[in-house]
């Protein structure tokens, strides 16, 4: 089993600044990829940036320029958001999809718990 444990949320006023966090532990071979996801209250849940284990990196277009997603050597993921609007505000997931051994074919996908960001006007 994967756990994913994100931290970092919180309030923030529209132009300011959150880094999240996502730690990865327990049975894990080897990271596909690694990456955010939103859901504000009435909408899908939307692509934010996803890392893949070689440090190619995704954006959705209404983040580019304000977000970066980086890397440790470890496990650890974070999500730098600069310049928050007040569309921001979400639930944001941590998503892992991760080989927990060498014989799996293709990677599990891993959700964490969500952590609230809220931007305020």
């Known amino acids: 089993q994967v756990q994913l444990v994100e931290s970092g949320g919180g309030l923030v006023q529209a132009g300011g600044s959150l880094r999240l966090s996502c730690v990865a532990s327990g049975m894990i071979f080897s990271i596909d990829s690694m990456g955010w996801y939103r859901q504000a209250p009435g909408k899908q849940r939307e692509l934010v940036a996803t890392i893949t284990g070689g440090g190619r990196t995704n954006y959705a277009d209404s983040v580019k320029d304000r977000f970066t997603i980086s890397r440790d050597a470890k496990n650890t993921r974070y999500l730098q958001m600069n310049s928050l609007k007040p569309e921001d505000t979400a639930v944001y997931y941590c998503?892992?999809?991760?080989?927990?051994?060498?014989?799996?074919?293709?990677?599990?996908?891993?959700w964490g718990q969500g952590t609230q960001v809220t931007v305020s006007s």
């Open positions: 998503n892992a999809r991760i080989y927990s051994n060498q014989y799996r074919v293709s990677p599990d996908d891993y």
